[in-house]
């Protein structure tokens, strides 16, 4: 039998080897789930249904962990037992139940710069939630870039588009199109959702044959400036590094400006989930420790100077100082903020106040 003092890695390594969870062990984890305020507040969780989310999460935690340790998805990711049972398991029950109170498809937006993990968040997700009988559909910003030719016609007019990804690269109409189809309710006929292939035309990348869907319950539309916006041009004057010239910051203006196209596509979010790094350099160390691996595995790869250009392009463009981390504290925009530690694990839950 547990004791009092058991930790939350013994009780789910125990679940995990086939023990049955014991009324010890979820009263141990009761009072570790309200002990986490911020957790506790973003998930609902309070001291009247705590017992009752425990039970839940327990059962679900015993009968998805066999699917999940064996699908592909969590290769090269930084997986915890309780990374499932304090982010994963409650995220997917708690969009479960927003879309039963909705009764209608909704779009989950979640924001995360480079290397946060936001599609393999996105792809648990949908595993978890279809394992709880809801079809959820994962959509990436990446998936509404304008053809190849239409981005060579593109870097014609602005040559310092040189590589996609910034605003002004994607079809936003098509976007618009897409998610205002997914979110009809009762949906009968086939939705034709584009996707996109990276290694197309030498890895400038295209658009591939789209997938078709049916009766699609949650999208969880992901990117690196989803449901960011436009902000006052006058903090750009002072931006940090590494906008340091004066094309510098014009670039970084213009790219401003073209927020303002995406703001009908935001207002397509229900939800909007930010994933914040403790520090935002973490996702250039991120970008060199993956494509390190990719070397050592014998594929093709930047070298590390390329990289930081690369990255300092994106930082560039959207500085993740000025447009992002002002969202982590704005609860019009944004219901969840998860922080990312430098080793990928989760350092804090929180609702914006």
């Known amino acids: 039998m547990s004791q009092p003092n058991v930790s939350l890695s013994q009780i789910l390594e125990g679940w995990t080897a086939g023990q049955t969870p014991t009324a010890q062990e979820l009263q141990q984890l009761a009072k570790l789930a309200l002990a986490d305020q911020p957790r506790s507040l973003a998930f609902g969780i309070t001291q009247g249904n705590v017992d009752e989310v425990v039970r839940e999460r327990s059962h679900l935690f015993c009968s998805i962990y066999p699917t999940l340790v064996s699908s592909s998805i969590l290769h090269g990711s930084s997986f915890t037992l309780e990374t499932l049972w304090n982010l994963w398991l409650p995220l ?34 949908r595993l978890i939630l279809k394992h709880l009988g809801y079809h959820a559909l994962c959509l990436s910003l990446d998936d509404l870039y304008k053809t190849y030719a239409e981005r060579l016609s593109l870097i014609k007019e602005d040559p ?28 009968i006929a086939a939705i034709e959702v584009p996707r996109f292939d990276k290694s197309a035309w030498g890895g ?3 658009r591939t044959q789209p997938e078709v869907v049916e009766g699609v319950d949650i999208v969880l539309f992901e990117g690196w400036f989803i449901g960011v916006r436009p902000i006052d041009p006058v903090a750009l004057d002072t931006a940090p590094a590494p906008i340091l010239t004066a094309a510098d910051r014009l670039f970084a203006r213009d790219m401003n400006i073209r927020l303002q196209d995406y703001l009908p596509l935001w207002e397509k979010l229900d939800r909007l989930i930010v994933l914040y790094p403790v520090d935002y350099h973490l996702s250039l160390q991120w970008r060199l420790q993956a494509e390190h691996q990719m070397i050592a595995a014998g594929k093709s790869g930047m070298t590390d100077s390329e990289i930081e250009e690369f990255v300092n392009y994106f930082w560039k463009a959207l500085h993740p100082e000025l447009f992002i981390k002002p969202l982590t504290g704005n609860s019009n925009w944004v219901d969840m903020v998860i922080e990312i530690n430098a080793g990928h694990s989760v350092s804090g839950v929180y609702r914006p106040s």
């Open 160 to 187: 310092r588009l040189i590589w996609r990804g910034p605003p002004g690269t994607h079809d936003i109409q098509l976007g618009l199109t897409v998610l205002d189809r997914l979110r009809q309710p009762n949906q």
């Open 92 to 125: 997917a029950m708690q969009l479960a139940q927003y879309r039963q109170q909705l009764g209608h498809p909704f779009i989950q937006g979640i924001l995360g710069v480079q290397g946060t993990g936001k599609s393999t968040l996105a792809a648990i997700l």
């Open 204 to 206: 400038a990348g295209d």
